[in-house]
């Protein structure tokens, strides 16, 4: 079993910064990319950042140069700093990974998802 757990989120003012972190843990072989979705209420799950094991790093247009993802390959672990927030970044945010269990199981695991709140 393979577990993917969020923390940090909450309530911010537009303008200012939160942070999210996730950790994967279970039996994990070897872990290909992290990441970082979110949905926003009646709109399609979007892609925010993603990195992989070289430490290259993917953003959505709309977060470029406020938000930076980050990674620990040794702890699993992925981070999110999100700064100049604005409303429109209001969204549950899911930490994402695609890994392997073992040689032959490649698979794609979502966290349960956190909430960020931004107010104008």
């Known amino acids: 079993q393979v577990q993917l757990v969020e923390s940090g989120g909450g309530l911010v003012q537009a303008g200012g910064s939160l942070a999210l972190s996730c950790a994967a843990s279970?039996?994990?072989?070897?872990?290909?990319?992290m990441g970082w979705y979110r949905q926003a209420p009646g709109k399609e799950r979007e892609l925010v950042a993603t990195v992989n094991s070289g430490g290259n790093s993917d953003y959505a247009d709309s977060v470029k140069g406020r938000f930076t993802i980050s990674r620990d390959n040794a702890k699993n672990t992925v981070s999110l700093q999100m700064n100049s927030l604005k409303p429109e970044d209001t969204a549950v945010y899911y930490c994402?990974?695609?890994?392997?269990?073992?040689?032959?199981?490649?698979?794609?695991?979502w966290g349960q998802g956190t909430q960020v709140t931004v107010s104008s």
């Open positions: 994402n990974s695609y890994l392997s269990t073992d040689y032959r199981n490649w698979g794609t695991y």
């Open positions: 279970g039996s994990i072989f070897t872990v290909v990319s």
